[in-house]
């Protein structure tokens, strides 16, 4: 019998017997669905069990599940202004037990000689108050901590203090290290001003610790598929439980890939210190320093960018594209080009703000520097690096689960039936040519010639049925510097 069927046996009985073979149904090179997991703190107001994933599908989905105002749902929130059509998952961890909430203040002073509006921005939400000519300090406290409790989207809770009665207490609504980076201003747009004779004086959010152990995030996660992920946590411990995690993921028995975001709100020299420590090739760190809009909004926002542009194409460079929702720093306080360039050096992740104060990516780098002997390395330098090698063994990988599933392995040379499900080290080869050629044509690889000549299929040498396969692509580069010199003539 020349032909492998799969179900019909040899049969003695009479009769026409059909069966369906789905092995070559699917043309061309496959598509790669993302997935995106937001992991953060939800507050006790959220439905959600602890380390419960939950499809988040509309705006009030993470209200609902992790508490309005609550780290995990801002990240939410922040994610679908840039991106409402990955799917996207989240997952809550409760305030450690041992942690401490960040804390800041808003004291008030003066007397207002005219009536106006009193502006106050925390996490990039804005705060109104009516300010009346003659209102004392304490009656304006009064009304400004009643407006943020009404405002339940907001990261803190606020309070009178109990010995100063123009001092407003904030307190963030999680626990741990990251509501320490939570910007809080008063005005923010160059048309708000404080009314005349009012003073404000704002105490920065300080005194968070604490952040929750990844440890039993990770085990519940155990081998869900995610391509893309956000978290607020940043502290040593947490950073190594997820470097380890990730390098299992991406190993050739996993192949489950992905990739972390998270930001920081930090001086251009912490960043820099943080930037060099990590040197992890699926975590990249944004600066987001004196950013209005919280540190963890910025990452879900830049994650929620990643996940739409990466499925469609992941070596198409994300420079240029905006962070929809996320507010820019003042221009004072905006790194320069010069400073900007040094963190890309140190593995910090940079944006830029247009003309019109729009928020764009600049180069996503991950803070991979250097190689497992210490040399400066740039192999996984660049998110799309990783995005492409994702793909590409997405698609090579199943390619041949659909196409060969059952096959038997025969040396080049064999004189087999041309039905017959056998796959030869020269058949391998030529799949694999035409696999890369349609990587190239989608823009993912170039440089056929040195592809072909360095692809090495051969049959291992100590198990005849293992096929074993030594391919090197040349990944398209981006374009992310145009050079020029103008030599002139008179």
């Not at 669905?33 to 380390?51: D, N, P, R």
């Not at 039993?216 to 470097?243: G, H």
């Not at 320069?336 to 910090?348: A, C, M, P, V």
């Not at 056929?448 to 030594?470: G, H, M, W, Y």
Request: a negative charge; hydrophobic letters at 45%; proline letters at 4%.
């Amino acid at each position: 019998m020349a032909i492998s069927f799969d179900a019909i046996p040899i049969l003695r009985t009479p009769g026409a017997y059909v069966e369906f073979n789905s092995d070559r149904a699917q043309q061309g090179p496959s598509v790669q669905e993302y997935t995106a997991v937001l992991m953060g703190q939800k507050t006790s107001a959220g439905t959600a069990g602890a380390l419960e994933f939950l499809a988040i599908t509309n705006d009030q989905d993470p209200v609902t599940y992790f508490g309005a105002g609550s780290v995990l749902t801002q990240m939410c929130l922040a994610f679908r202004k840039a991106n409402t059509t990955t799917r996207l998952v989240a997952v809550a961890m409760a305030d450690d037990a041992a942690g401490v909430a960040a804390a800041g203040s808003i004291t008030l002073g003066g007397s207002p000689t005219a009536a106006g509006t009193l502006a106050v921005w925390i996490g990039g939400k804005r705060v109104r108050v009516a300010v009346a000519s003659a209102q004392t300090p304490a009656a304006i406290a009064t009304a400004l901590a009643a407006a943020i409790s009404a405002d339940t989207s907001l990261a803190v809770t606020a309070a009178v203090d109990g010995t100063d009665t123009a001092k407003v207490n904030l307190t963030a609504k999680n626990k741990g290290e990251a509501a320490n980076e939570l910007d809080v201003r008063v005005n923010y747009y160059s048309d708000e001003r404080l009314p005349a004779g009012l003073t404000a004086t704002v105490v920065a959010m300080l005194g968070g610790t604490g952040n929750p152990d990844v440890t039993t995030l990770i085990a519940a996660m155990a081998d869900r598929s995610f391509n893309i992920a956000a978290a607020p946590w940043l502290d040593a411990a947490n950073r190594a439980l997820f470097k380890s995690e990730m390098a299992r993921r991406w190993g050739p028995l996993v192949s489950l890939d992905g990739h972390i975001f998270a930001a920081k709100n930090a001086a251009f020299a912490d960043l820099t210190t943080l930037g060099e420590t990590p040197n992890d090739p699926h975590l990249s760190i944004a600066e987001a320093f004196k950013y209005p809009s919280a540190p963890w909004e910025v990452a879900a926002c830049l994650a929620g960018v990643a996940a739409y542009y990466g499925q469609i194409d992941p070596a198409r460079p994300l420079q240029t594209l905006p962070l929809t929702g996320i507010l820019a720093p003042a221009e004072s306080d905006r790194f320069t080009r010069e400073e900007r360039d040094l963190l890309l050096y140190s593995g910090i992740a940079t944006q830029t703000v247009d003309a019109s104060g729009v928020v764009r990516v600049e180069r996503a780098i991950t803070t991979y520097r250097t190689s497992a002997a210490g040399a400066t390395d740039t192999a996984y330098l660049d998110l799309e690096t990783l995005l492409t090698l994702s793909y590409l063994r997405f698609d090579y990988r199943n390619l041949w689960l659909r196409k060969y599933p059952r096959h038997k392995l025969a040396a080049d040379g064999t004189r087999y039936g041309a039905g017959q499900a056998v796959m030869t080290p020269k058949l391998a080869k030529a799949e694999t040519i035409a696999w890369f050629r349609a990587m190239e044509e989608l823009g993912l690889v170039e440089g056929v010639s040195q592809f072909k000549e360095d692809l090495i299929i051969e049959r291992n040498a100590t198990d005849p049925n293992r096929l074993d396969v030594k391919l090197s692509p040349d990944l398209v580069n981006q374009l992310r510097v145009f050079a020029a010199q103008i030599q002139f003539l008179l």
